[in-house]
């Protein structure tokens, strides 16, 4: 059964940029009906969708934070990686990774990452 | 820019029904979003409820179901217990590679 987890550093500054790695157990990030995702959600606030990779292909971003998101994929490591730059407060809140999972003709995301708390503070 | 709606919360009083709903702020939500309903308690991660308009995820409870109602998705829960007080998101693909989550719905057993 996959399992995703969230890693990178809890506290970032503000301007700099802001990177985590999510690690996939449990089955092959290369596999052809997934493609991987960050969400993100401020404290007491909704969900918030950053970007979504396939192993191949172009990533898909979040058009209001595509000039500062990059993800990337590892395949030899079975992760895969968010970059946002030059962040300020208002990019602090939980990190989520999650699997978009494609079967019989739907799509879905499963698993979840248990998240990572973010803080963009001087 | 493609908004996704959802009520902001609703009350239900244990044992009762309860439809919870996910829009678009233009146009109708078909089986061509792929809607998808997500269950958060606080400080946890989301939970997948349901997919595929009407599949529950492993372990999901038949009270839940989904379907599509007029021109948004649904969630209802059928005999709602107090552990279904939770927060509730749906996510819509609208295209181009792109997901909206809708801004949830805080549901109260009481």
């Known amino acids: 059964q996959v399992q995703l987890q969230e890693s990178g550093p809890g506290l970032v500054k503000p301007s700099q940029t802001l990177s985590l790695t999510c690690t996939v157990s449990?089955?092959?990030?290369?596999?052809?009906?997934?493609?991987w995702s960050w969400i993100r959600q401020p404290a007491g606030k909704g969900l918030e969708w950053i970007g979504r990779?396939?192993?191949?292909?172009?990533?898909n971003y979040n058009p209001s934070l595509k000039s500062r998101v990059t993800m990337s994929v590892d395949t030899s490591k079975n992760e895969f990686s968010l970059k946002l730059s030059s962040v300020t407060a208002a990019d602090t809140a939980v990190y989520y990774c999650?699997?978009?999972?494609?079967?019989?003709?739907?799509?879905?995301?499963?698993?979840w990452g248990q998240g990572t708390l973010v803080t963009v503070s001087s | 820019q493609t908004v996704v709606t959802q009520e902001p919360s609703f009350s239900v009083s244990p044992g009762g029904t309860v439809t919870l709903t996910c829009g678009l702020n233009?146009?109708?939500?078909?089986?061509?979003?792929?809607p998808s309903w997500y269950q958060q308690t606080p400080g946890q991660a989301p939970r997948t409820l349901i997919y595929?308009?009407?599949t529950r995820s492993s372990g999901v409870p038949d009270r839940f179901s989904g379907s599509i109602l007029g021109n948004k998705a649904a969630l209802t829960i059928t005999g709602a217990q107090a552990d279904d007080e939770s927060d509730y998101y749906c996510?819509?693909?609208?295209?181009?590679?792109?997901?909206?989550f809708g801004g949830g719905t805080k549901l109260t057993v009481l």
């Open positions: 990779i396939y192993t191949s292909g172009s990533p």
């Open positions: 999650a699997r978009v999972f494609y079967s019989s003709g739907w799509y879905w995301f499963d698993p």
């Open positions: 233009s146009g109708s939500v078909s089986t061509t979003y792929y």
């Open positions: 996510v819509l693909y609208v295209g181009s590679g792109i997901w909206v």
């Open positions: 595929s308009t009407n």
């Open positions: 449990g089955g092959s990030i290369s596999s052809g009906s997934s493609s």
